[in-house]
């Protein structure tokens, strides 16, 4: 089955320096790779996805991934973080042979001023 | 607003009973998608359904049970409910439920308590 891993719990970064949340991805087949962020009492909202094509795919609010197929992962990257980017990020996978998403732990974000 | 709703969004109920939580996908959406969110074991995939029928299972417990109606609506119902069954329940959905690129949008969540 597939399963996603987020090495890092936390991750703190100053406000204007760039961020890197990371993720690693197993799969039996072709990857489908998904970003989420949930903000406090809310629930997920979609950020982008890497179905295939270009290995850097742009999504919402400056953020975009980089699919990395030798290195299995699919690290989510904004050049200049807000504090309004504090949030947890999820990474999601499904592979072409099954339909259920899989979620990793979650990465908690802060961005301090 | 990503056009899932869920109901109710706070419920409060005690061990040994059940509740039923409700899910209308987005318009259009033909796959709709249980999951449940706790502190100790994060982000979990309960079920999945498209047009009525269920189309994938995950880690959902015997006591859990789900449908998906024909306007498309879906309930879980919780039964025998226990104090670790507290946690936030989400319902999503998606336009297919056999193309697997496609992506999935997130209720605001129904938050569980069991006391």
């Known amino acids: 089955a597939q399963s996603v891993a987020q090495p890092e719990d936390q991750v703190n970064v100053a406000e204007g320096n760039p961020l890197t949340v990371k993720c690693t991805y197993s799969v039996s087949g072709n990857p489908y790779l998904f970003w989420y962020v949930q903000y406090p009492n809310r629930g997920l909202q979609f950020l982008l996805k890497y179905i295939t094509g270009d290995n850097l795919v742009k999504g919402s609010y400056g953020f975009e991934a980089e699919f990395n197929k030798s290195q299995t992962s699919f690290h989510l990257k904004k050049p200049s973080a807000l504090v309004s980017d504090s949030a947890l990020y999820f990474c999601a996978v499904r592979d072409e042979y099954n339909n259920d998403m899989r979620f990793g732990a979650g990465t908690r974000l802060t961005v301090k001023p | ?115």
Do not use: M
Request: with cysteine.
């Open chain 2, 1 to 115: 607003d990503s056009g899932v709703t869920q109901t109710p969004k706070h419920l409060i109920t005690a061990t040994g009973q059940r509740v039923t939580l409700r899910c209308s996908p987005r318009s259009g959406d033909l796959s709709v998608y249980w999951y449940q969110q706790s502190l100790d074991q994060g982000l979990q995939f309960l079920i999945q359904y498209y047009n009525g029928e269920e189309r994938a299972k995950g880690n959902i417990l015997e006591r859990f049970s789900a449908q998906q109606f024909p306007d498309l609506h879906s309930e879980l119902n919780l039964s025998s409910l226990e104090l670790g069954d507290s946690a936030l329940y989400f319902c999503a959905s998606s336009v297919s439920g056999s193309q697997t690129g496609n992506t999935i949008y997130f209720g605001e969540g129904s938050w569980l308590t069991v006391v």
